[in-house]
């Protein structure tokens, strides 16, 4: 094998893997609300329930079986491939059923891709501590070019300059929310094109070493350390409000009187800013510690949603205020994932990742999905619409409970700097 040519394929891979999501998650919930009416508790369903059960059958479809019994790249390219033509078809449903069932499969067969790209890249790059984060940022790129090509190609009109960030834009097309749904066409389209790919990567043989059978056990041991605890639960609270704001902030943005096409170039903006917070992400971890940046990472969660609660601000300032996504994601999740690392013992350090993932990507969408219903139920002023202001507020709170969590009792307990 020859390593050091295994970069590129690597980063169009990860380019291609967030490029397939990226098109269309920022948009599918101003669809399904404004063409086909569904609630928000539908949709909290929808992004959150098949979200989860994507999330706790992952470890077993990506490391149970992928590992064991297929090379991982071909694996891939059928989930892929399953996957392209789940979002074909979900595009043309026009019930909450069909859309709830047709999510779940999604998400059962895309959730593990993203296990599989990581195994892929880390079996075939030389240095995978320096080359990894170098692919990664790749995929961020992808989502950020998905988007912008969806937007200003399939959405917009008479592209030019504009003076609201991301500073391009055009004119809305006559039928721009009905055509939000070919985001998922595309998308489909899109990863059937990358399962094609997938035989041109590196070839990933089977693992046929079994992992350790006590391994899920002594990592779920780890919850008796209060380090980890506080952070599993300030995790768990993040991980709700953390996947509302892909759930409704199309919707605010449009309430607010941005552009339907403009969503994924605005909602993009936390993107570039996850770039350049990831970039500096191991140099704010030596100067401040893990407690400081974890915390840093929460706050930003309560200054985003106490941003957005106050409507009367300008809609450029909630525009700009999407770059807290970066420091959101990259300070408390990223530093999140490092620290659990740092912490687990060697030969549990997958189990342990794999644990705190199925804890905060398993429970935190489908609560998240609970928690929108509820508040899109209380939260009606007198016309019946959903009152934005303290909706907002509600999720600022809780971002600022965890941020008090944190600051106020979780204490570093590893040993490596």
């Not at 979200?51 to 590992?67: H, K, L, N, R, Y």
């Not at 959730?111 to 961020?140: Q, Y």
């Not at 912008?148 to 190609?153: L, P, Y």
């Not at 060697?346 to 905060?360: F, L, N």
Request: hydrophobic share 55%.
């Amino acid at each position: 094998m020859n390593r050091p040519s295994a970069f590129t394929p690597l980063a169009v891979m990860m380019f291609l893997q967030y490029a397939v999501w990226g098109i269309w998650l920022p948009v599918l919930g101003q669809y399904l609300e404004a063409h086909l009416g569904f609630s928000g508790g539908q949709i909290g369903m929808i992004l959150g329930l098949a979200g989860s059960i994507g999330a706790i059958t992952s470890p077993f479809i990506a490391g149970q079986v992928a590992d064991r019994y297929f090379s991982t790249e071909k694996f891939l390219a059928l989930l892929l491939v399953v996957g392209g033509v789940i979002k074909w078809v979900t595009a043309y449903q026009q019930h909450y059923l069909p859309w709830l069932l047709l999510s779940i499969a999604y998400s059962v067969v895309y959730m593990p891709t993203l296990a599989l790209t990581n195994s892929i890249s880390f079996a075939h790059l030389k240095d995978p501590d320096r080359e990894f984060p170098l692919v990664r940022v790749w995929g961020t790129i992808g989502w950020i070019v998905a988007g912008w090509t969806f937007s200003i190609v399939w959405l917009q009109s008479g592209i030019g300059l504009q003076a609201l960030p991301p500073f391009i834009g055009g004119v809305d097309r006559a039928d721009v929310t009905l055509r939000l749904v070919d985001a998922l066409k595309f998308s489909g389209m899109l990863s059937i094109a990358y399962g094609v790919f997938c035989f041109f990567l590196p070839s990933t043989p089977p693992k046929k070493d079994a992992a350790e059978k006590l391994a899920f056990a002594k990592a779920f041991a780890l919850l008796k350390r209060r380090s980890f605890a506080t952070l599993v639960v300030a995790s768990l609270l993040i991980s709700v409000i953390h996947q509302i704001y892909f759930m409704k902030t199309g919707q605010f943005l449009v309430f607010m009187g941005l552009k339907e096409g403009l969503i994924p170039q605005v909602m993009s903006i936390g993107q570039f800013a996850e770039i350049i917070v990831m970039a500096l992400l191991g140099l704010l971890l030596k100067r401040l510690g893990f407690c400081k940046v974890i915390a840093i990472g929460a706050i930003a969660y309560f200054f985003r949603y106490a941003l957005f609660g106050t409507i009367d601000l300008p809609l450029w300032v909630i525009v700009v205020s999407q770059a807290l996504h970066g420091f959101c994601y990259a300070c408390f999740f990223a530093a999140g994932y490092i620290y659990v690392d740092r912490l687990a013992d060697e030969d549990i350090r997958h189990s342990a990742q794999t644990v705190y993932g199925i804890i905060i990507l398993g429970g935190g969408p489908v609560l998240g999905g609970w928690l929108l219903g509820g508040l899109e139920r209380l939260f009606v002023d007198a016309q019946g619409l959903l009152d934005y202001a303290r909706f907002w507020y509600a999720l600022a709170a809780i971002g600022l409970l965890a941020t008090i969590l944190v600051g106020v009792v979780f204490r570093d307990e590893t040993k490596k700097t």
